[in-house]
């Protein structure tokens, strides 16, 4: 079925996947292309829609830092419900050496609501940094 709120193009900024520490055992890779709603988890990937991105950004008080959030409301047929890809960052403005880097990411970490942010679905994993 197609849908004009779709906008496909989302995929290509969404990282493919995930990865998830397992202490000595290295980490794993986990795929960001399934439905992350609990009574769902299709794998699915062609029944998934990106249909809108949304950034938010908050200052953390007394610290030259803020946690950017970016989510991606994603639709899926399967289950036939929406829900959200939320990539959250650390960014500390905070530069100490000489090279003027502007923005540094120190983390960013990867998790599932639904579609009204109320509920969380859990953590994925983290985004590994260049
Ligand atoms: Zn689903």
């Not at 880097?101 to 994993?125: P, R």
Request: charged content about 30%; proline content about 4%; overall charge negative.
């Amino acid at each position: 079925m197609k849908n004009s709120n779709y906008n496909t193009e989302l995929w290509d900024e969404i990282p493919p996947y995930a990865f998830m520490a397992l202490g000595r055992r290295g980490r794993e890779q986990i795929s960001l292309r399934e439905c992350f709603v609990p009574s769902c988890n299709s794998t699915d990937e062609d029944k998934l829609h990106p249909i809108k991105k949304e950034i938010e950004t908050t200052q953390i008080p007394d610290k030259n830092a803020q946690i950017k959030k970016v989510k991606y409301l994603i639709h899926c047929d399967e289950c036939s419900n929406d829900f959200h890809l939320v990539f959250e960052q650390y960014i500390n403005n905070e530069v100490r050496n000489e090279d003027d880097e502007g923005l540094d990411i120190v983390m960013e970490k990867v998790f599932a609501t639904d579609s009204e942010n109320k509920e969380n679905y859990g953590e994925i994993g983290f985004i590994q940094q260049k």
